[in-house]
């Protein structure tokens, strides 16, 4: 969701309709209180499903063993069938965990609207297909009921995916890395100061005749104390 189409609405819609179904609802939160969330549920949906206000590590973790619930050959167990829906707030996060949570669904939804009126825009990737999308017009009463109103068909054709489309890491840069014309000529003709060139080279290496050399002449002071066979003995070491 967004700023401007908030999806907690939603959610909690969503919670209800499986409540009311008798399917057992679990409610792992990191963000409300299990009092704000509760809210504006009647007694009859509130006494179906449970709460649990963990922290974001506990939750990540309590996701990870439901993902891996049906990996047991040798459980004669039946399986009990598991879905889990997952709000993100877009805005709050990079677009490293957005990507992140994206590759792992089945069906994302993306909401935004026109005027009063909100609109679910929905993404469906399975397994060797082609994504399909489709555009869901909703209505939200005040008991969390959902009511659907009209929609685009389901379609097939390809639909802009931001995971197939790299991020460019310099987008919100607050300097510019790009050098202009001007700049890049005045770069490529500097010359560093550790750098040779082939002129100081040859200055260096073939000094012409009668060219002045260079002598340092020194005079020991009164106070110099030089031991040829200890001359570090002034550092004290």
């Given at each position: 969701d967004s700023v401007e189409w908030e999806g907690r609405s939603l959610l909690k819609a969503l919670v209800r309709r499986?409540?009311?179904?008798?399917?057992?609802?679990?409610?792992?939160?990191?963000?409300?209180?299990?009092?704000?969330?509760?809210?504006?549920?009647?007694?009859?949906?509130?006494?179906?499903?449970?709460?649990?206000?963990?922290?974001?590590?506990?939750?990540?973790?309590?996701?990870?063993?439901?993902?891996?619930?049906?990996?047991?050959?040798?459980?004669?167990?039946?399986?009990?069938?598991?879905r889990v829906l997952g709000l993100l707030?877009?805005?709050?996060?990079?677009?490293?965990?957005?990507?992140?949570?994206?590759?792992?669904?089945?069906?994302?939804?993306?909401?935004?609207?026109?005027?009063?009126?909100?609109?679910?825009?929905?993404?469906?990737?399975?397994?060797?297909?082609?994504?399909?999308?489709?555009?869901?017009?909703f209505t939200i009463l005040p008991d969390f009921s959902l009511d659907l109103q009209g929609g685009s068909p389901l379609k097939s054709q390809p639909h802009p995916d931001p995971r197939t489309h790299p991020v460019d890491p310099t987008t919100h840069l607050t300097f510019n890395?790009?050098?202009?014309?001007?700049?890049?000529?005045?770069?490529?003709?500097?010359?560093?100061?550790?750098?040779?060139?082939s002129e100081k080279q040859q200055a260096l290496l073939c000094r012409g005749l009668g060219q002045a050399t260079s002598h340092i002449f020194y005079e020991p002071d009164a106070y110099d104390d030089l031991d040829q066979e200890d001359p570090d003995d002034d550092l004290d070491i």
């Open positions: 499986a409540a009311l179904r008798g399917e057992r609802v679990h409610v792992l939160g990191c963000e409300v209180s299990e009092e704000e969330f509760r809210e504006g549920f009647d007694s009859g949906t509130n006494s179906r499903w449970l709460l649990l206000h963990l922290p974001c590590t506990t939750l990540c973790q309590t996701l990870h063993a439901l993902s891996r619930q049906d990996s047991r050959p040798d459980d004669s167990s039946p399986v009990e069938h598991v707030h877009e805005e709050l996060h990079g677009p490293g965990p957005v990507e992140a949570v994206s590759s792992l669904a089945q069906i994302e939804v993306t909401l935004s609207g026109s005027g009063d009126q909100a609109s679910a825009h929905i993404l469906c990737r399975r397994p060797q297909h082609h994504p399909t999308h489709k555009i869901q017009w890395l790009h050098l202009s014309k001007k700049e890049k000529e005045a770069k490529d003709s500097l010359t560093l100061p550790f750098q040779f060139s």
